[in-house]
């Protein structure tokens, strides 16, 4: 790519960082926070007017894990949110492209009450398994008293996931951060 992904560009001249955001604004997500690392200074100006709290991964260089640690952190001291969404920036504007899963760590974040298509979930989650180096669940009911994964679709989506974890508070997202930097 030899740029940062944050400053790329899509085929409109939005940032994927701006489209980021706006997926998430757009989405219902109430407070965004975007952690940023080595191209703080370049990308923050990219963020001016998108009502987006910027945390700076001061020990960025570390990869991903850092900016959890960072992210969730800050998260941990500001904000009573009951949940967290963590998302790569280029996830969003790159969904679906050729080999983008490859080798890659990904983090689904759903409860897996999936009723429709849930063949299709199956197949995906296949194909995704085989592509990815690890799969990360993260079930907000997981943690709870008395849960059971009897749900259709995450009864599909487990045989093809490596790490099924709870994701119902922001201490929960600890184990999440571990995860990752563990795969």
């Given at each position: 790519?030899?740029?940062?992904?944050?400053?790329?560009?899509?085929?409109?001249?939005?940032?994927?960082?701006?489209?980021?955001?706006?997926?998430?604004?757009?989405?219902?997500?109430?407070?965004?926070?975007v952690v940023l690392g080595a191209e703080l200074p370049r990308t923050a100006p990219l963020l001016t007017g998108l009502?987006?709290?910027?945390?700076?991964?001061?020990?960025?260089?570390?990869?991903?894990?850092?900016?959890?640690?960072?992210g969730l952190g800050e998260l941990l001291r500001s904000s009573d949110a009951p949940s967290v969404a963590v998302i790569l920036v280029d996830l969003l504007a790159r969904?679906?492209?050729?080999?983008?899963?490859?080798?890659?760590?990904?983090?689904?974040?759903?409860?897996?009450?999936?009723?429709?298509?849930?063949?299709?979930?199956?197949e995906q989650m296949r194909r995704l398994q085989m592509?990815?180096?690890?799969?990360?669940?993260?079930?907000?009911h997981r943690g709870k008293?008395?849960?059971?994964?009897?749900?259709?679709?995450?009864?599909?989506?487990l045989p093809f996931v490596d790490h099924f974890v709870a994701g119902h508070s922001l201490r929960t997202f600890e184990e999440v951060a571990e995860v990752v930097a563990d795969a």
């Open positions: 790519m030899g740029t940062p992904k944050a400053l790329l560009r899509a085929p409109d001249g939005t940032s994927w960082v701006e489209r980021a955001v706006r997926a998430l604004r757009d989405g219902g997500c109430a407070e965004v926070t009502d987006a709290r910027i945390v700076a991964a001061a020990d960025w260089a570390e990869g991903l894990g850092a900016s959890l640690r960072a969904w679906g492209a050729r080999g983008m899963a490859r080798g890659a760590v990904v983090v689904i974040f759903s409860d897996g009450w999936e009723r429709d298509g849930v063949d299709l979930l199956t592509l990815a180096h690890r799969i990360v669940w993260v079930n907000p008293d008395g849960y059971q994964a009897v749900q259709q679709g995450i009864v599909a989506a």
